[in-house]
């Protein structure tokens, strides 16, 4: 089952990392938009208020209302995805369109998820649908202040330490199948030079097991100097995915890709 958090290839099968890349990131009619809410990020990164007095990157965010709901609260938050290439009218369209089919394939799948804080397949439509309008309502104005950019990883366009933390939802360790690696490892540091502190979530793949590349990645960046936890998170879903990465970066010793 090909579901994420931002932006999902509906063509199965295995590809290799190039092909996967030029699939979900550039055709909007191979992606399939779904977003989380503010809730569940707070849930997911066990966010307490003061972590959100912070400047935060949101990266994969894709159609999810955090950075709308973030700014809303009075933080500084900023999304990038390369979805945000496209209009409102275009995300929207894709949205409507295949909606009917996400819900499909998670009634056909229901055993890989936990229907605790959401009960039914249902709601869980209704609850996803309402984050990707309140993302809608708000894309263009946060386009306009350069709050959705049009970036992905493993290269940002940020400075050192611009942001105090950075998160990252359902695509790093999800797609490990698609995603080496190298592109793993990469986008970490990558992460790692834009912000004092790294929040990745999940660390299992689609097929619920643990990452392949979560150990390596995990050796890597602390011999890159960085100090490396796997938290447990108030919140599981999907089946067994109740853990997330926590790096707090050196800056002593800060390595880029």
Sequence with gaps: MRLAHSIVSIVP????????????????????????????????????????????????????????????????????????????????????TTYAQVIDQIRQNQNEFIWKAISSVEELGRVRMAAMQTFLADYPAGLAEGRYLNAKLPSLPFSDGEFDLALCSHLLFLYSQQLDAGFHHASLLELCRVAKEVRVFPLLTFGGTISPHLEGSVEMLREAGHHVSIERVNYEFQRGACEMLRIQRDDSNIKGP
């Design 13 to 96: 099968g295995k590809r290799d990392r190039k092909q996967f890349i030029r699939e979900t990131m550039f055709s909007l009619d191979q992606i399939v938009p779904w977003g989380r809410s503010f809730d569940e990020y707070s849930a997911i990164f066990s966010l307490a208020d003061a972590e959100m007095a912070g400047r935060i990157l949101g990266c994969g965010d894709g159609p999810a209302s955090f950075n709308a709901e973030a700014t809303r609260r009075g933080a500084k938050a900023v999304s990038c995805d390369p979805i945000y290439s496209f209009s409102k009218a275009d995300i929207e369209a894709r949205i409507t």
